[in-house]
């Protein structure tokens, strides 16, 4: 069992098409999680619990990497957002600011669906946002695109369609068509004078009107 604070890897699973991914989460079940279908996948993993971890990991943190640049050769990383420290969404500005590093995609995870989250991390530069638990479907589907090279087009992929979408919600609203109103004929008109004319009808007595009572969800 790794001690806390420690930096582990697993062990290579093939030598054909292998990826490198690091994980950083802060919660040990989850880590172990991510780390057990990454390896199913066919990934090298490396495992921290941290966004200041994984900094010191990369050689961001302005100290020596704990490993040799060359040997590092991360393709993936993938993070937690809700981080003691530094979030997800600090760690991803801090790899996108990165001469070195804001080539490699950065996938955020989170129990938590808000979507104004979502959106912040995908103008960032995330290649993707998913929400937990994470499963097997979701990790090859990153490793496929990651070795057809298709990680900086999934990112427009996913802002395109979500500004597509809004705009389409934008103009459904603005364009609905109003009914139009047609002209009353002769005969019509003539009702509508002669019964205008006629004495209003006694004002029927008020009606209170219960308000329904609000359901909270337990």
Do not use: W
Not at 72 to 80: E, G, H, P, Q, S
Not at 112 to 136: Q, S, T
């Amino acid at each position: 069992m790794a001690m806390t604070g420690e930096i582990y890897h697993s062990p290579m699973v093939c030598q054909e098409e292998e990826l490198h991914v690091l994980a950083v989460d802060d919660s040990f079940v989850d880590r172990k999680v991510i780390e057990r279908l990454l390896k199913i996948s066919s990934c090298k993993v490396t495992a921290v619990e941290s966004g200041t971890r994984a900094l010191q990991y990369l050689g961001l943190d302005g100290e020596k990497s704990s490993v040799g640049f060359d040997a590092l050769k991360v393709n993936l990383i993938m993070t937690d957002y809700s981080m003691p420290g530094m979030n997800g969404y600090e760690l991803l500005k801090k790899i996108k600011e990165s001469s070195a590093f804001r080539e490699i995609p950065v996938v955020i995870m989170s129990s938590e669906n808000i979507m104004a989250r979502i959106d912040r991390c995908l103008e960032e530069g995330a290649e993707e946002f998913i929400v937990k638990p994470v499963k097997l479907s979701d990790v090859k589907r990153l490793r496929d695109c990651i070795i057809k090279g298709d990680g900086e087009e999934n990112v427009k992929k996913n802002l395109n369609k979500r500004k597509l979408q809004e705009d389409e919600d934008d103009h459904s609203v603005s364009s609905s068509p109003s009914t139009p109103v047609s002209p009353l004929s002769p005969s019509v008109a003539r009702d509508l004078a002669s019964s205008s004319r006629s004495p209003s009808p006694s004002p029927s007595p008020a009606c209170s009107i219960k308000r329904p009572k609000m359901l909270h969800s337990s």
